[in-house]
Nanobody
């Protein structure tokens, strides 16, 4: 099975940057589409970005697009989310996820907290 573990979250001020990392176990990482989701208190989980095996990325319709960048290193079984110019509305638990299409998102990390103060 695939296990995911996020790191890199923290408490920052508006305008700061953070780089989240997701370490994946298993040998099937390169076959998975990997993604980042976020969930703030009282809100539904929202899609931030995803990246396929070859490195092609897509972004959700939220305000993260244009400020965040997703990348992956299949040799190291890692995926990253570079978050620049953070805003208070970015405050959420950020979750790393994986899927083997057409199956739904089925692999999830425990999440890492990102808190952005004004």
């Amino acid at each position: 099975q695939v296990q995911l573990a996020e790191s890199g979250g923290g408490l920052v001020q508006a305008g700061d940057s953070l780089r989240l990392s997701c370490a994946a176990s298993g040998r099937t990482f390169s076959r998975l589409r990997m993604g980042w989701f976020r969930q703030a208190p009282g809100k539904e989980r929202s899609f931030v970005a995803s990246i396929n095996w070859s490195g092609t990325s897509i972004f959700g319709t939220n305000s993260a697009k244009g400020r965040f960048t997703i990348s992956r290193d299949n040799a190291k079984n890692t995926v990253h989310l570079q978050m620049n110019n953070l805003e208070p509305d970015d405050t959420a638990i950020y979750l790393c996820a994986g899927r083997e299409e057409p199956a739904p998102w089925s692999y999830w990390g425990p999440g890492t907290q990102v808190t952005v103060s004004s």
